[in-house]
C-alpha cells in the first residue's frame, strides 16, 4: 500500500498502518512529488506496524546531496533493520526545476552515479572521488546501517531498465499495463534471481465505473503529459491512440485533452471496480511477474464520505486475506 493515504492525517495512520498486516498486507511504500517526503511517513510506519516492510517510490536523485540521502536511507535502515529498500529515481523537470531550483541534468547518468555512490557509502565504505556528474571528497557514514537497504532504480524505458537489472537490486515500475509489464521485464534480462520488480499501480475501488473513469482522466492527462511518460507510452505502443490527448494538451485544450482518452486506455492502466474485482486485477500484475504490486488508493465519493470504517473495510477488501 502507498502511504500516506490521501484524505487521511498522518497521525490517524497509526491504527490503519497496524492492522495492514492482518489484513494480507507486506508493505507500505511512499513517494515524493509535492505532499510529504519520502521518509517521515516510513519512519512512523516503522514503529507503529513493526512487521510492515518498507520502501521508497521513489526520491528523486537529484533533490538532495549525496550525502544528505545516504544518511536518511541509513537512518531508515538503522530504524527497521531488513525491512527497508531504497527506491531512487530521475524524477522530472517539474518536481526537480521547477520545484526544487535544482538543474535537471543528465539524468541517466546522475542516477547511475547516486546508485553507485549509495551502493558503497551504504556499505559503510569511504567515498573520496569523482563520479561523471558529481564529486564526494571524503565522504563515509558516521553510522553504516547493519543490514544496507535493498537499492531500486526506477526505469521507464530500456536504458534505465537494462541499469537497473546490471547494478541495482531491483526495478521500479509506474504507470503500466498488466500486458505492459512483459515489455518492462523483457529489458531487465540478466538480473539476478532475487531482483525485485516492484510496480505502482492505481486503484480506484469504486463500482461507479464514470467516476473511476472521469478521476483516472485527470490522472492520465497530468502524468502523460510530461515528456519521459510520453516517451515512455510511445515506447509501449500507445502512441497513435494517445496522440489526440497530447495535441489537444499542448493546444490548451484541457476538457478537450480528458475527453480524447478512451475508455480502454483507462481501464488499462487504472485498476477499478469492487475492492475483489480490484484484487484479482492487483493479483494479474504479480502473474505477469511484479513481484511487489503497490496499490496507490484514489480516493471514492464512497471512501470520503464514510471516512475511517469504510476505508478500513475497503482495505480489508483489497487485502490479500480477504
Known sequence: MTIPLTGVPL?????????LPDLGFSDVWSSEVAGTDAFTPLALASAWSPR??????????????????????????EAAPGRFALGIGASSPVVVGDWNAVEFDRPFERSRDVLRFLRASLAGELVDGSFDTFTVRRFRLERAPAVPPKLLLAGLRGRMLRLAAAEADGAVLNWLSVDDVATARAELTGAPADFEIAARIFVCPTDDAAEARATARRLIAAYLTVPAYAAFH??????????PMWDAWAAGDRKGALAAIPDEV?????????????????????????TTPVIALLPTRELVAGGAPVLLETLRGLGMRS
Open 266 to 290: 483507462v481501464d488499462q492502466l487504472i485498476v477499478h471496480g469492487s475492492p475483489a474485482a480490484c484484487r484479482e486485477h492487483v493479483a494479474r500484475y504479480a502473474a505477469a511477474g511484479v
Open 11 to 19: 497521525p490517524d495512520h497509526a491504527a490503519l498502518l497496524a492492522a
Open 234 to 243: 510511445r515506447w509501449l505502443g500507445r502512441g497513435d491512440v494517445l496522440k
Open 52 to 77: 510492515l516492510r518498507l520502501g521508497t517510490a521513489i526520491v528523486p536523485v537529484f533533490t538532495r546531496g549525496p550525502g544528505l540521502l545516504a544518511m536518511q536511507a541509513a537512518t531508515l535502515a
